[in-house]
């Protein structure tokens, strides 16, 4: 099973970017799809972004579409999550998962969590 830890939130401005990093441990990083979900005080975990084994495919909720970036670095064992101009709705907990198919933003369907990172919007 592999271990995720997240690192990189913190406060931002609305319009202004940050850059969330899930390290991967454990296990070969390449076996697993990667996404990030998020939580806000109140609601439920929402999928904002996954991509596939070697990158190639991503998909992202419509709320984050054409704003946040997700991407990979396999031989480092590492996903990103690049976020421009965000909100003050983009609030909340930014958690990394992994699961060895792809197909899925059921937070039930991913085996494997990071402890999250706070990001906070302000506007």
């Known amino acids: 099973q592999v271990q995720l830890a997240e690192s990189g939130g913190g406060s931002v401005q609305a319009g202004g970017s940050l850059r969330l990093s899930c390290a991967a441990s454990?296990?070969?990083?390449?076996?697993?799809?990667m996404a990030w979900f998020r939580q806000a005080p109140g609601k439920e975990r929402e999928f904002v972004a996954d991509?596939?084994?070697?990158?190639?495919?991503?998909s992202y909720a419509d709320s984050v579409k054409g704003r946040f970036t997700i991407f990979r670095d396999n031989a480092k064992n590492m996903v990103y999550l690049q976020m421009n101009s965000p909100l003050a709705e983009d609030t909340g907990v930014y958690y990394c998962?992994?699961?060895?198919?792809?197909?899925?933003?059921?937070?039930?369907?991913?085996?494997?969590w990071g402890q999250g990172t706070q990001v906070t919007v302000s506007s």
């Open positions: 991509i596939n084994w070697s990158g190639g495919s991503t």
């Open positions: 454990g296990s070969p990083l390449n076996a697993y799809v």
């Open positions: 998962a992994a699961r060895r198919w792809y197909g899925s933003t059921w937070p039930a369907d991913f085996g494997s």
